[in-house]
């Protein structure tokens, strides 16, 4: 059980992202019941009392990070395999992704949620690739962190093998997903409705699990592209923009999550804005996977009129890492080089996506993605004492731009502390490591996928 309360004293910087996006210099948090009761200088909170005291007088504090968009399942077990003159991976993906076993799944999750927790990611969003959820419950529960999960349906052909369901099984998948698993391991399980894509579903099917959506309270999210193709092909099947469809099925709306969503034009934005319509945009992956940030990303734009967006880090094949604060710098500097304008994406925009926007994008931003009183007390400790936060005038730029997830110290979920100087204690990892490996390579050789181990010879 965690301690019923937790003080950390006296921080050298708290970034809270609150309504006036206070930064407090000397500032101590008090935790009680998985909550924050009290926020402020430490001087003001002298009295407060707690079970534990955690000196923070070399911490930078910010709110846990969100990750919107990553398939947590598969990549794990042959991550960097991919060489980079293959042009799109994804028919390998989809195959050894189906080709999981429960065994395997259960592995490579426990990797995905220690590579997630060490970075400061608290709750992230698996867009319905994970098979087996049953068999990846306990590792959940054990590594404390919030995950939005979802049965990943189509009803349609694909080019790449994806479950598929006739429409009405579809929706009953989807149904029972939802009854089963919403609301599980105190809150911190949250199931939402996830069609795989336009191109994969019918209209109806897309239509129906809006509603189930709507009447459960909960969101939908599916992959979602636009540019010049994806707009002529859409305009050829349904006599508008891929956006434009979504709005003329009635498929947008607050609580309803677009993955990517690279190459929306203008009158698609104000579709997205006009309907409160969230994003998830995954900047390491548009960049690794040459997507055309210069051409095809929105972000400032998008930004501009408003729309919630969330960062993410795809599949750990794409963007290679599940590393929060690296999007964020991402975010922040793609556009100032593809615009040649150094004033687009601030740090500020980049750690607001990576918190509270991307809070409110996932539906999750009364709970979290600021620290305030009444929010659960979700937060991240990054460690000062490190060469690349030398030397610390501005905590948002030297988060954005000097430091990565390596100076994550400490990490808290629902008032628990999950990584707890620089150690998580959830799973051996070594024996991981070493068992993923192995997994890695059987998973190789029974889906017959082989790439040579590197363009350099290893002798
Ligand atoms: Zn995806």
Request: net charge neutral; with cysteine.
């Amino acid at each position: 059980m965690p301690p019923q309360s937790l003080k950390i004293d006296n921080a050298r910087y708290i970034i809270t992202v609150d309504p006036e996006r206070r930064i407090i210099q000397d500032g101590s948090i008090l935790i009680e019941n998985g909550s924050v009761s009290r926020v402020g200088k430490a001087a003001a909170l002298a009295n407060a009392k707690a079970d534990r005291v955690i000196d923070a007088r070399n911490f930078v504090v910010t709110p846990g990070f969100l990750n919107g968009h990553m398939h947590i399942s598969y990549a794990h077990a042959v991550r960097g395999i991919f060489p980079d003159n293959l042009g799109s991976p994804l028919s390998h993906v989809f195959k050894l992704q189906m080709a999981m076993t429960e065994e395997e799944e259960h592995a490579t999750t426990l990797l995905g949620l220690v590579e997630l927790v060490k970075n400061g990611t608290v709750c992230f969003v698996d867009p319905g690739s994970t098979k087996f959820p049953d068999a990846c419950l306990q590792a959940y529960q054990d590594a404390g962190i919030r995950v939005i999960l979802g049965d990943c349906v189509t009803d349609q052909d694909a080019p790449f093998p994806l479950p598929r369901y006739d429409t009405a099984e579809a929706v009953k998948r989807t149904m029972s997903f939802l009854k089963k698993w919403q609301g599980r391991l105190d809150g911190r399980i949250y199931a939402w409705a996830m069609p795989f894509s336009p191109e994969t579903c019918s209209a109806d099917l897309l239509k129906q699990l809006k509603r189930v959506a709507d009447e459960r309270h909960t969101c939908l999210t599916l992959h979602h592209n636009s540019g010049p193709q994806a707009r002529k092909d859409s305009q050829a099947r349904n006599g508008h923009t891929p956006t434009e469809y979504l709005e003329s099925i009635g498929v947008l709306g607050p609580n309803v999550v677009l993955a990517h969503s690279l190459g929306v034009d203008d009158a698609e934005i104000e579709c997205l804005a006009r309907t409160g319509t969230t994003v998830a945009m995954c900047p390491v992956t548009a960049a690794k996977g040459g997507r055309g940030v210069a051409e095809f990303g929105r972000m400032p734009e998008l930004l501009a009129k408003r729309v919630k967006i969330a960062l993410g880090c795809d599949s750990p094949n794409n963007s290679n890492h599940l590393d929060i604060v690296r999007a964020m710098n991402m975010a922040a500097i793609q556009y100032k080089d593809s615009r040649q304008d150094m004033r687009l994406i601030p740090a500020e925009s980049a750690l607001e996506m990576a918190t509270l926007t991307g809070a409110q994008a996932l539906g999750v931003g009364n709970e979290i993605g600021s620290i305030e009183t009444g929010k659960r007390a979700d937060l991240v400790l990054f460690d000062t004492q490190r060469p690349e936060w030398q030397t610390l005038f501005n905590p948002v730029n030297n988060l954005v731009y000097n430091a990565d997830g390596r100076s994550v110290h400490t990490v808290i979920i629902d008032g628990r502390v999950v990584v707890d100087a620089y150690r998580q204690s959830f799973v051996d990892e070594p024996k991981l490591y070493a068992k993923v490996q192995e997994m890695g390579e059987k998973l190789m050789a029974r889906t017959d996928t082989t790439f040579p181990r590197s363009r350099w010879q290893i002798v």
